[in-house]
């Protein structure tokens, strides 16, 4: 079966196949918002689609690559062999589309180990860990913060990893643990609240945002801080406490392309 247009269908065929054979992969980034929230649909927060993101296990890096090219993909060639014990990308050349998977562990301007959190869903990673690589984002822009409008009308936060419920015990402790996260998560929750009315939300829509954002928020301030938060705290923003990805190039066949054309991140 050739791949498919909809980048929608088409993370569910790979996802469903990749059971079929017994290798974990799931779905982060925008895509995996469309599966579990459905104000992601509506017009409103709607959005394309460009990329397919996937978290897997670095275990199962040859069979992933083995995977995507009998998909059709064509693997960066040179950024896989060099990068592939934590991180793949393939290019769907027809449809200008890129898959990235990040293997266990979710590195862009902070970092987090979801290796023993990938079977907490079928399609996606958790509600938790899809807000968490959402909020992480220091240069956040319109796209994403729809993303997470839709987790927030469609899913309240609770304490646990129940499969709809966003785990704000579990987001708290990684922002007790990390003054970083800490302090780029706090950035984007306030100005998640204070722009909630930019979006032409209903009335009831804006009230759930408001509800849960400040819940979480709470729940952030309120968690225990480690003594490397504390510390770290101290220095504050005179030291720069994320990274910015450099910006990746355009869907290549880098079996063609010269090394200019190839990425260090994506």
């Avoid at 990235?100 to 907490?120: A, G, P, Q, S, T």
């Avoid at 309120?222 to 990746?248: H, T």
Wanted: proline fraction near 2%.
């Amino acid at each position: 079966m050739s791949i498919l247009e909809s980048p929608i269908d088409e993370a569910k065929r790979i996802i469903e196949v990749a059971q079929q054979r017994k290798i974990t992969l799931r779905l982060f980034g925008g895509v995996s918002f469309y599966f579990r929230s459905p104000s992601a649909k509506h017009r409103i927060l709607q959005r394309n689609y460009v990329d397919i993101d996937f978290m897997g296990r670095s275990k199962q890096s040859r069979e992933i690559k083995q995977l995507f090219e009998e998909l059709g993909y064509t693997p960066r060639e040179r950024f896989n062999a060099m990068q592939g014990f934590r991180r793949l990308i393939f290019n769907d050349i027809g449809h200008q589309r890129r898959v990235d998977i990040f293997l266990d562990v979710f590195e862009m301007c902070h970092k987090f180990n979801f290796k023993d959190r990938l079977e907490l869903d079928q399609y996606t990673i958790s509600l938790a860990d899809m807000l968490a690589t959402k909020l992480q984002i220091v240069e956040i822009n319109e796209k994403d913060i729809k993303d997470i409008l839709s987790m927030f009308i469609d899913h309240d936060v609770g304490d646990d990893d129940s499969s709809e419920v966003i785990n704000g015990a579990y987001l708290a402790k990684l922002c007790g643990d990390d003054w970083g996260v800490y302090k780029t998560f706090s950035i984007n929750i306030d100005r998640l609240l204070s722009t909630i009315d930019d979006y032409g939300l209903e009335e009831g829509q804006k009230r759930l945002v408001v509800e849960r954002a400040s819940k979480l928020k709470k729940m952030i301030e309120d968690a225990p801080k480690s003594f490397k938060w504390r510390m770290r705290a101290r220095v504050g923003e005179r030291v720069q406490w994320y990274e910015l990805p450099e910006a990746d190039k355009e869907v290549v066949d880098s079996r063609l392309a010269t090394g200019s054309n190839e990425s260090k991140t994506a």
